[in-house]
């Protein structure tokens, strides 16, 4: 091991790392805000959006996610009602593909995961805030969004780290983010081993910062669960 190496490539390894952040939560906000839209389309009752939901579900779980950002990257721009419209500008971006890619199948994952948070709201817990009034836009806010949001955010938790993992992809379509600067490293220098050592220590400690994060959110969302017991005992 020649460490003096090592803490050259970490050092450049480093000054991809603001490209990785971008990528990463673009991505996670436009998935996020997409998946809604299909929780309420699957929630919705109608049989003709809640069929749409599920496809899009199928199609996003069931197929590689590296095959999906091949086929945007290279594949919207066979369609010429994109290529001469306002969007070509846009999605010829290598980071706007990756981003979209990214979104379209996090969306998927984490619409199921928000789908099994608010299965697991008690009917009880909706029918008491209806006796008080509350109905509509006001009741998934103060009670359902949160308790359906507490309940998924393990898993949800999961599906982000994932999603960082999930960034070194946009390296095959020139994104040099972490893992793309590291594989234009090894090109130039031969050196896998070292490269790839600390490109995977960022990876562990950009997940680790984030499992931390999700860890505090849950604590703060448990209040009431850390309350009960003191409550029993006194």
């Not at 906000?29 to 109608?46: C, E, Q, Y």
């Not at 846009?90 to 379209?104: K, N, Q, W, Y």
Request: aromatic share 12%.
């Amino acid at each position: 091991m020649d460490f003096t190496f090592i803490a050259s490539t970490m050092l450049t390894l480093l000054k991809a790392v603001p490209t990785t952040l971008i990528l990463f939560s673009l991505s996670i906000v436009t998935g996020g805000l997409l998946a809604l839209v299909i929780v309420w389309m699957r929630t919705s009752g109608n049989p003709v959006l809640t069929s749409i939901a599920k496809g899009y579900i199928f199609i996003f779980r069931g197929s590689p996610l590296l095959i999906q950002m091949f086929l945007v990257f290279y594949g919207l721009g066979q369609f010429g009602f994109i290529r001469y419209s306002f969007l070509w500008p846009f999605l010829r971006e290598p980071m706007v593909c990756a981003v979209l890619s990214l979104a379209l199948c996090t969306a998927g994952y984490t619409a199921e995961i928000f789908r099994g948070g608010i299965r697991a709201v008690s009917p009880k817990e909706i029918e008491a805030a209806r006796s008080i009034g509350m109905s509509g836009f006001l009741l998934v806010r103060r009670i359902l969004a949160p308790i359906a949001f507490r309940h998924a955010l393990p898993a949800y938790s999961t599906e982000i780290v994932l999603m960082m993992k999930s960034t070194a992809l946009a390296s095959l379509v020139t994104v040099w983010e972490v893992t793309g600067v590291a594989q234009r490293l090894i090109s130039q220098t031969y050196r896998t081993m070292e490269v790839f050592l600390c490109a995977a220590i960022i990876y562990l400690v950009l997940n680790f910062i984030i499992l931390q994060g999700m860890a505090l959110l849950e604590y703060s969302l448990s209040r009431h669960r850390r309350a009960a017991p003191q409550a029993l005992k006194a």
